[in-house]
């Protein structure tokens, strides 16, 4: 998530990004550094692996091989 804003204080700027912003760009600001970050925020997210595996406490469930385990059982 990308932040835009006019707030400029790095009270602000920590506050916005420990709230769950990635990335913080303060008005007034270049179309190009806009267009620059939203790049940045695009490849970003591209690199990230896609779950397969969903875990809670012993339970185990595999989304590719469609198996489901509770501890060492299936």
Do not use: C, N
Not at 16 to 25: E, F, I, M, R, V
Not at 40 to 60: C, F, H, M, N, W
Request: no cysteine.
């Amino acid at each position: 998530m990308l932040i835009l804003s006019a707030k400029a204080s790095v009270d602000d700027r920590v506050k916005g990004l420990q709230a769950g912003g990635d990335d913080y760009l303060t008005k007034p600001f270049a179309f190009s550094e806009l267009a620059a970050r939203i790049q940045a925020l695009i490849r970003r997210a591209s690199q990230t692996p896609e779950t397969t595996k969903l875990a809670v406490g012993d339970l185990t469930m595999d989304l590719l091989s469609r198996e489901v385990r509770r501890g060492v059982r299936r």
